[in-house]
């Protein structure tokens, strides 16, 4: 287990990197502390495998260094880091039997029979294939598959970081809430560092204790999930997180108030700065309620899910969704948006621009 | 009562019909060759399971048959891991990945005759690229025409030249069809080399290397072309493999009765490796 710290972290797959977009991760400073449970969160292309290629070591950064628990590990090979990573398709030694794909790892460093079997034995229980070990490993199911690439990584118990990069992906659906929930369990019980890379934001907010959301090869925002839900540091958060995500409507910034088609919108707390650029009004669509006074918008659809309705709107060009519970208004009708002002923010060139409640009170 | 539709069959017998042309028809003259005794006008004589018997006790057949196995041991032998290294060396991206393919290639786009003119000029002892060589440069005699030795050195080097690409390519293609996560997970695992090629790279070309040495079975066991235009099956009867002796019988000596028993049983070995290898190697997939 160890504490992990990225510094001034860059890298390019180009040999002569001059600009910022020749650079698919730009500048990371990150610490992650021993034991927590992290996840990398961000659309593809995003820079996140980029990132978790460089802890594990399969890839030697640009610039910057990498150290676990203070200790530069930049140029150190995968299996000098002590590290494990899972990977997308599960990677399972076809002509081995269960047991043997759990013991080579553990093998391959010599250890000798008696301690195999017995970190085996309990990493097998752990994941519940004791019944399978004598099994052909070839034959698995793809979920049991994906649990015994983990095992291979968990059955070391001197492990610096359990890496997972996007490692549901090829499970059904029925079972991937199985094994995420085993996944948190695993974390709770071995106590090791979990990186946890997915572009899927439901997996990043029920593994992690801390969410890094990443775009164009910056992070944009570190936080708990509550946190990153609630009060997104950047518009991309707001939109990227949540289902649907949030509101983002171009408005027009005068004497210290937004204004939103002429009409003065109240937010959580005073604005920071003079505003200079794009500014835009960011509100989920949880907090937009219908009613009898506020901003005139027109219904353009209404999508039914179920649990509540989401009903789309057109405020003077732009669009507002709303989440509502109980009956929703008919499709062409016109009605009267109004936004709770605690969950309202500004955002300038698409950071937040508003002081938070705790800080303006 | 279901019905079925059996429509498909129409697809599968332009295939069925040239098939029966091309082997059925010619083998069942061959079956009707090997029970009989022709002198000649069509006229036949039943002799029913005499030629085989007596193709079964000849020395002759024998010794080509053992000829031919050893000639085959010998090339797969060198080529399936000889195939594998190269394939293991030869880059997975980038400029050089062409370049390889096409060279690897070069050797089986050459007809068999040539292939075996070739060697026979480059083996010539005087004039011979490689004959002149070992004789006048190294000074070590070499003379395919006087050496059962180094005549057998000579077909098994050009078999080998001609067909390891076959191997590579087919080698090759499995190896590239493994995923970077493996190597990486590897890697992870602190697997050395030896157990990386062990328990990933020959895993995943399993299948691919069957199919090879079937191939290279099957061919090797059959071949007649290049030996018999480098050596004629010499020198004395050293490299008389079972299809030289076997146009020998046919085609020399015109016993046509004992040459179809025997390309009968010459077939039915070559059926009989081929479906045992196949069947054992397959075995644990069907599991």
């Not at chain 1, 059904?172 to 990186?195: G, N």
């Not at chain 1, 709107?313 to 009605?335: E, H, M, Y």
């Not at chain 2, 399971?49 to 057949?61: H, K, M, T, Y």
Request: proline letters at 5%.
């Amino acid at each position: 287990m160890a504490k992990i710290t990225l510094s001034k972290l860059r890298h390019s797959y180009y040999p002569n990197p001059s600009s910022p977009s020749d650079y698919a991760l730009k500048e990371i400073d990150l610490d992650w502390s021993d034991g927590g449970a992290y996840a990398l969160l961000g659309p593809s292309g995003c820079g996140k495998s980029t990132l978790l290629n460089i802890i594990s070591g399969l890839l030697v950064p640009s610039e910057g260094r990498i150290l676990f628990d203070g200790q530069d590990v930049t140029e150190l090979t995968p299996d000098k880091r002590n590290i494990a990573q899972v990977f997308q398709f599960p990677v399972i030694y076809d002509t081995m039997t269960v047991y043997d794909n759990l013991a080579f790892p553990l093998r391959n460093r010599g250890r000798d029979e008696e301690t195999v079997r017995a970190r085996v034995m309990a990493i097998a229980e752990m994941l519940e294939v004791t019944d399978m070990l004598d099994q052909k490993a070839a034959g698995l199911s793809p979920d049991n598959k994906q649990k015994i690439s983990m095992g291979r990584g968990l059955v070391r118990e001197d492990v610096n970081v359990v890496m997972f990069d996007e490692p549901l992906t090829v499970i059904d659906p029925h079972l991937k809430w199985k094994l995420r929930s085993k996944l948190k369990e695993l974390h709770q019980r071995v106590k090791a560092t979990m990186i946890y890379v997915t572009h899927d934001q439901t997996e990043a907010l029920t593994f992690a204790d801390q969410v890094v959301v990443m775009q164009d090869g910056e992070v944009v925002q570190i936080g708990t999930p509550v946190e990153l839900f609630e009060r997104p540091a950047h518009t991309f958060v707001g939109h990227f997180i949540g289902s649907p995500g949030m509101n983002v409507l171009p408005c027009e910034v005068q004497g210290g108030q937004a204004l939103l088609a002429g009409q003065a919108v109240p937010l959580e707390g005073a604005i920071t700065g003079t505003p200079s650029g794009k500014t835009e009004i960011g509100v989920r669509p949880e907090f937009v309620t219908i009613g009898d006074a506020g901003l005139a918008a027109t219904v353009t659809k209404v999508s039914d899910l179920g649990r509540h309705m989401v009903v789309e709107c057109d405020l003077a060009g732009a669009r507002v969704n709303a989440v509502v519970n109980g009956s929703a208004p008919d499709k062409g009708g016109t009605v009267h948006l109004s936004f709770r002002p605690d969950q309202t923010r500004l955002y300038v060139d698409g950071w937040i621009a508003t002081q938070a409640q705790e800080a303006a009170a | 009562m279901k019905t079925e539709n059996n429509k498909g069959w129409f697809f599968v017998l332009p295939v069925l019909i040239l098939v029966a042309f091309n082997a059925l028809i010619p083998m069942m003259t061959v079956v009707n060759y090997s029970v009989q005794e022709t002198f000649g006008d069509n006229v036949f004589f039943w002799q029913g399971l005499d030629w085989f018997e007596q193709i079964l006790r000849s020395d002759r057949f024998h010794a080509a048959l053992g000829r031919q196995f050893l000639f085959t041991f010998l090339i797969l032998i060198i080529e399936i891991p000889l195939g594998i290294a190269i394939a293991l060396a030869m880059p997975r991206k980038g400029f050089w990945v062409p370049v390889c393919l096409v060279t690897m290639a070069l050797p089986m786009l050459i007809p068999w005759n040539v292939v075996g003119a070739m060697w026979n000029i480059f083996t010539l002892p005087d004039i011979g690229l490689l004959g002149y060589f070992f004789n006048h440069v190294l000074g070590i005699e070499y003379n395919m025409t006087q050496s059962p030795l180094a005549a057998w050195m000579t077909i098994v080097t050009m078999d080998v030249w001609h067909w390891t690409s076959l191997v590579v390519l087919l080698a090759y293609a499995g190896l590239v069809s493994i995923p970077d996560a493996y190597y990486q997970a590897a890697k992870i695992d602190g697997a050395s080399n030896w157990s990386v090629f062990r328990y990933i790279q020959l895993p995943k070309m399993k299948n691919v290397l069957t199919i090879a040495i079937l191939l290279r079975f099957m061919d090797s066991f059959n071949i007649y072309t290049e030996p018999f235009v480098l050596t004629g099956g010499g020198p004395g009867n050293s490299t008389t493999l079972l299809s030289i002796d076997l146009v020998k019988i046919a085609l020399g000596q015109f016993d046509l009765g004992p040459a179809a028993a025997m390309s009968l049983i010459y077939f039915a070995i070559t059926l009989l490796v081929s479906w045992l290898f196949y069947t054992l190697m397959t075995k644990d997939d069907l599991n």
